[in-house]
């Protein structure tokens, strides 16, 4: 009876696995981020993000696009700094555990190529900012790839620091494999 159990584990353990393989070969995001810190570089990423999009009509007008990232899973390569940035006085992740995203309006500026106006809410901070994003729609794939700069103290990120530069350098890739 232990064997079947052990055997049955594994197995159930083993086809999770494979489903959440599965769906990350169908859907890859990524969010990265650049900052200056004391004159250096820090370069980051966060490791959990999701977004919804519906391309579906020829009208932009009817679009949507919508992400969310959780703020807990920051990654610097310094695990002293990355616990430092989930407090209160940086992204304080117990009381705003996601950042969010939602287009409120796209603008064709040319081929594959919009300015998309988003809400993006940090901290119970909502902004409205417009980003370049290049869009690419085909028979096997979504592509979305955006570049674009925050100030981290519009929302409330990291205080008054005189060694930490205001502007956050993000970029955003994301693919979805259609079937």
């Given at each position: 009876m232990k064997k079947i159990k052990i055997t049955l584990v594994l197995l159930t353990s083993t086809i999770f696995s494979l489903m959440s393989f599965a769906q990350d070969t169908k859907t890859q995001i990524s969010v990265d981020f650049k900052i200056r810190n004391?004159?250096?570089?820090?370069?980051?990423?966060?490791?959990?993000?999701?977004?919804?999009?519906?391309?579906?009509?020829?009208?932009?007008?009817k679009w949507t696009l919508s992400g969310s990232v959780k703020a807990n899973s920051i990654a610097t390569g310094i695990k002293k700094r990355d616990e430092h940035l989930l407090r209160e006085d940086y992204f304080d992740v117990k009381t705003y555990p996601d950042i969010t995203l939602e287009?409120?309006?796209?603008?064709?500026?040319?081929?594959?190529?919009?300015?998309?106006?988003?809400?993006?809410?940090?901290?119970?901070?909502?902004?409205?900012?417009?980003?370049?994003?290049?869009?690419?729609?085909?028979?096997?794939?979504?592509?979305?790839?955006?570049?674009?700069?925050?100030?981290?103290?519009?929302?409330?990120?990291?205080?008054?620091?005189?060694?930490?530069?205001n502007t956050a350098k993000i970029n955003v890739n994301y693919t979805l494999k259609k079937e």
């Open positions: 004391l004159g250096f570089n820090v370069d980051g990423y966060f490791s959990s993000a999701t977004i919804t999009t519906n391309f579906n009509s020829d009208d932009s007008t287009a409120t309006n796209f603008r064709k500026t040319s081929e594959n190529k919009y300015k998309v106006e988003v809400n993006l809410t940090i901290k119970d901070v909502t902004k409205q900012i417009t980003i370049p994003m290049q869009i690419s729609d085909d028979d096997n794939s979504l592509k979305l790839s955006a570049y674009f700069e925050i100030n981290r103290r519009d929302f409330g990120v990291g205080g008054s620091s005189l060694t930490l530069s």
